[in-house]
């Protein structure tokens, strides 16, 4: 990549002034020109490391001295007041304020009030895929005269188990494009990919979409990170993926293309499923065996097909099709119980 404009990374937290100038200086020799850190690390269970507060912004100054602008996370007015008092050039709302309408409110009433209206806000998208709440929080910003606001894509909660920490949905900020189409879109690969094997290919993905940039978590030493070490790349790795990708001027999503994006997602969702279906029939298989049960169940299996059935026609799915992919399914829980 020969323009690094379009990049901001840095680490999850800001965890010492060392780290950050460590980091930073890598990141700065590379040509990332955007730093990011959180100083206020809001945790799912208290104990964990929340953040330096209001100290790590000095650091951020120091970073700033460098040569580059920098980033951090803000929950709360007083975050918004501190933050703009140290000079910091750009807020970013986190998924889980975002999900809380009053909170953001309250965040955008803040910058109006300071005349804060220049500051560039980036909204994360809520933890849930509800894209009016993601919009409504933009919408809120911009009610308040804010000038600059960015949408960061960093995937969406789900509690089946796939390879990613947080599924992509890419219909979500797809969708996002097609209602808001001036709006400026990052994609966050650390946070949807949860692993730093992960993030090259759904950075280059994001990119063939059209997404106008990335912000991409990276530490001076990953293992030793405080929060998300898994995710996080060293300024090493980052910079040998930076090389291999390319930022497309964007384009309109084809109608085509978000409908085939909607199928992969759904197809992601049937193996995710289907997986889960094969592992309860497993432990149906071996509570069989302890109480000398048989296996094959034909009237079970018969009430089952009937059922389906039923539904295949308010479904739009023809009967024949319904019969078949049940009897395959049928078929293969049976050898997963034996």
Request: include cysteine; charge should be neutral.
């Amino acid at each position: 990549m020969k323009n690094l404009d379009s990049i901001i990374a840095g680490p999850c937290a800001a965890e010492s002034e060392e780290q950050v100038l460590q980091t930073a200086t890598l990141l700065y020799n590379m040509g990332i020109k955007h730093f990011r850190a959180g100083v206020w690390k809001p945790r799912t269970k208290p104990g964990c490391f929340e953040g330096h507060g209001e100290k790590a912004l000095r650091w951020l100054q120091k970073v700033q001295q460098m040569g580059m602008t920098v980033a951090t996370e803000v929950a709360t007015p007083e975050h918004v007041r501190l933050a703009l008092q140290y000079g910091i050039d750009r807020l970013w709302i986190g998924t889980r304020t975002v999900a809380n309408p009053f909170d953001v409110q309250n965040i955008a009433d803040t910058l109006k009030a300071e005349h804060a209206s220049a500051t560039t806000i980036m909204v994360k998208n809520p933890m849930t895929p509800d894209i009016d709440l993601w919009i409504g929080a933009i919408l809120r910003l911009y009610d308040c005269g804010q000038e600059h606001v960015i949408a960061i894509h960093r995937g969406f909660f789900s509690y089946a188990k796939t390879q990613y920490r947080n599924q992509p949905m890419w219909q979500i900020p797809l969708e996002l494009y097609r209602q808001m189409p001036n709006i400026t879109i990052y994609c966050d690969p650390s946070h949807i990919a949860g692993k730093r094997e992960l993030v090259e290919n759904l950075s280059r993905e994001a990119l063939n979409m059209g997404f106008d940039g990335l912000m991409i978590e990276s530490h001076c030493q990953p293992s030793e990170a405080l929060s998300d070490s898994r995710q996080q790349l060293a300024p090493a790795e980052l910079e040998k993926i930076l090389s291999t990708l390319i930022v497309k001027e964007r384009t309109n999503i084809s109608g085509l293309e978000f409908l085939r994006k909607q199928i992969d997602e759904l197809d992601d969702e049937l193996l995710n499923i289907l997986a889960k279906r094969m592992s309860l029939s497993r432990e149906i298989g071996q509570y069989k065996k302890e109480h000398n049960i048989q296996i094959f169940q034909g009237n079970r299996y018969n009430d089952i097909l009937q059922k389906m059935l039923s539904q295949a026609e308010k479904s739009g799915i023809s009967k024949e099709c319904i019969k078949s992919i049940f009897e395959f399914i049928h078929e293969e829980s049976v050898r997963q119980q034996l």
